[in-house]
């Protein structure tokens, strides 16, 4: 039972370079959701996602683009890498917009220098 | 101010100690809260939900939730190092636009168990 796999698990980027974050989930979750995670700031969600073909902004957005093709994939696209993107992404998801248990993936930690 | 406010620790105690670890919030239309447990290079897991006010037990944890006060804690008995890691606390409220229960989440509260 994979549940929420994420790829890579580190990554080091150029600042300017562009590059996508894996997230794919076996559960058939219909929510799925980025959060970036931040020493001091807790979890920030960027953008979600209620269903295939459905995706919206959450609290930090700006330099991230997301789009959902599929039940099982949400990726995350940074466009032109910022050291302020330097974080720890979490993907997450949850059967349907009315459930509480969110499942989180291992993580992805990105640093942009 | 956020809109959930928990303070980051680190909250250090001896392996049997009853630990206490609370949130406050501001926003009353917050109806279902929850509290997560994060080991140290992994992703959250979610430990225990509440359905608005009261108490939930589950084992050695123990969720509470005190609306008129708009304040949460979660309670653990006899503590083991097998706790220590960070503890977010979460709260959802329905929205109108797709009916979406969006958790806003706590810093988190570093626990550190030691024998």
């Known amino acids: 039972n994979a549940g929420v796999t994420q790829t890579p698990k580190f990554q080091v980027l150029k600042t300017g370079q562009s590059m996508t974050l894996q997230c794919a989930q076996d559960?058939?979750?219909?929510?799925m959701s980025w959060y970036r995670q931040d020493p001091g700031m807790g979890l920030r969600l960027i953008h979600y996602s209620v269903g295939a073909g459905i995706t919206d902004q959450g609290e930090v957005p700006n330099g991230y683009n997301v789009s959902r093709s599929t039940t099982e994939d949400f990726p995350l696209r940074l466009l032109s890498a910022a050291p302020s993107q330097t974080s720890v992404y979490f993907c997450?998801?949850?059967?349907?917009?009315?459930?509480?248990?969110?499942?989180f993936g291992e993580g992805s930690w990105l640093t942009v220098v | 101010q956020k809109e959930v406010e928990q303070d980051p620790g680190p909250l250090s105690v001896p392996e049997g100690a009853i630990v206490s670890l609370n949130c406050t919030y501001s926003n009353s239309a917050f109806q279902y809260f929850m509290w997560y447990r994060q080991y140290s290079r992994k992703g959250p897991e979610l430990l225990m939900y509440t359905y608005s006010s009261g108490n939930k037990e589950d084992g050695r944890f123990t969720a509470q939730v005190d609306k008129s006060s708009k304040y949460i804690s979660l309670f653990i008995r006899d503590s083991q190092p097998s706790d220590s890691a960070t503890y977010l606390c979460?709260?959802?409220?329905?929205?109108?636009?797709?009916?979406?229960?969006?958790?806003?989440f706590g810093r988190g509260t570093s626990l550190i168990v030691h024998p």
């Open positions: 979460a709260m959802s409220v329905s929205l109108l636009r797709g009916g979406s229960y969006i958790p806003t």
């Open positions: 997450a998801s949850k059967t349907d917009s009315s459930g509480n248990t969110i499942y």
């Open positions: 559960m058939n979750h219909e929510y």
